[in-house]
Nanobody, 122 residues
Framework: QLVLVESGGGSVQAGGSLRLSCTVS?????MGWFRQTPGKEREGVAA????????SYADSVKGRFTISHDYAKKTLSLQMTFLKPEDTAKYYC??????????????????WGQGTQVTVSS
């Protein structure tokens, strides 16, 4: 059993930055950030196999978002820069004890946080 708690969401103007954090109660093998807007499926944003593999990013956020993990603090972060209105969504942190070959697929994750809202205005 893993417990995940996100923080750091909020409202920002287009072009701005936000940093999301997710504290996890244990040491999963794969963690990721996902987002969802009403009426749409949850989509993978960024993910990483732990403790230190190369991250995976959705094409829509490459070059703008950076995922990182602090193993000692058991914290996953998502630094979001050059935010766009289309980045507006509820963002979720997720984890699994499995090492995933497709870490941006939400269906393979078992443990989820409660989500944090990110709103980007134009």
């Amino acid at each position: 059993q893993l417990v995940l708690v996100e923080s750091g969401g909020g409202s920002v103007q287009a072009g701005g930055s936000l940093r999301l954090s997710c504290t996890v109660s244990g040491y999963p093998a794969t963690m990721g950030w996902f987002r969802q807007t009403p009426g749409k499926e949850r989509e993978g944003v960024a993910a990483v196999l732990l403790p230190s593999s190369a991250p995976s990013y959705a094409d829509s956020v490459k070059g703008r978002f950076t995922i990182s993990h602090d193993y000692a603090k058991k914290t996953l972060s998502l630094q979001m820069t050059f935010l766009k209105p289309e980045d507006t969504a509820k963002y979720y942190c997720a984890a699994t004890y499995r090492g995933l070959s497709l870490p941006l697929e939400p269906g393979d994750y078992i443990y989820w946080g409660q989500g944090t809202q990110v709103t980007v205005s134009s």
